[in-house]
């Protein structure tokens, strides 16, 4: 069974040109659901199972019950049931397994939270704060800070950026997927912050010579999304922000700020790497409500009319 998982994970890598991220979250959920299948599932009078062709519908949906009564989250079990849809659909159609029994499969409904991005002298608390100490980890939390802000990059783009994505003499940096790159400028403060990392502070943490990841945690490897979670959670506690602030906040923040600085919500889109701009405008609300809350007065667009 676990053959077909990784004939169909390697249909994602190559076929479907899938993310190495959206690839290790398939691996997982259906890893997760082999061995469910597998132990005879949470009934015990169903037959153990062999081979994927045995997996009928009820079994599918005792996994969906399974899941839910064992607390997982609605955005969680949407994900996995949309990955064990999309592994169905390829055993029928590329492996000739028959009948799907997923096709039924509902995915419960996922409310979906508007964005909370913090006010602009929290960012700026925020983005001081690694200077108050002298290290190379302070170095890198600084450039770190200002990277994830100063170019609004989703946590998976900063973790994975390597040393020459950057280009201090251009003042530019690349993010994204190999196939849908994207080049921006960095601000004053971002290139500052990243030349004195890429100088003083990677050196300091350096372990092997030939290390390409930019940001490195204190064994000299690439920072993980976990770690970086970690340094966020740390300065915003040290700085006294009592609103909850992920790395992604930082993300939301810059957009809601970005709008009500008047930029273009095309450009913007450009910037965050969204594929429609109806998922940019989604931060409308947002940097209203903001922008209203720090000055006063009736806003529209991000201007001030009353």
Known sequence: ????????????????????????AYRND???????????????????????????????QSYLVHLKQHDYASATVARKVACIKSF????????????????ALEAPRVKKLAPRPI????????????????????????????????????????????????????????TGDPRKSRRMELAPSARAALHAYIHDGRPALLVRPDEVALFLNHRGQRLTRQGLWLI?????KQVGITATVTPHTLRQSFAAHQLNAGVDIH??????????????????KAADALAQEEGGGVWVDGKKIG
């Open 267 to 284: 450009q913007l889109q450009g910037q965050l790497g969204h594929a429609s701009a109806q998922t940019t405008l989604t931060y409308r």
């Open 30 to 60: 259906l890893t997760q659901f082999t061995k469910y299948v597998k132990e005879g599932c949470d009934d015990s009078s169903h037959p153990t199972i062999h081979c994927w062709t045995q997996v009928d519908e009820p079994v599918v």
């Open 1 to 24: 069974m676990f053959t077909s998982v990784q004939r169909f994970l390697l249909f994602l890598e190559e076929d479907q040109e899938r993310s190495a991220n959206t690839t290790a």
């Open 119 to 174: 006010r602009p002298h929290e960012i700026e608390l925020l983005l001081a704060e690694p200077a108050r100490e002298q290290s190379a980890q302070a170095l890198r939390d600084s450039a770190l800070l200002e990277t994830l802000y100063a170019s609004g990059m989703r946590v998976t783009e900063v973790v994975a950026l390597n040393l020459d994505d950057i280009d201090i003499a251009q003042s530019t940096i690349r």
């Open 232 to 236: 966020v959670k740390r300065y915003v």
């Open 88 to 103: 169905f659909h390829w055993m029928a159609t590329s492996e000739g397994s028959g009948a799907n029994p997923a096709l």
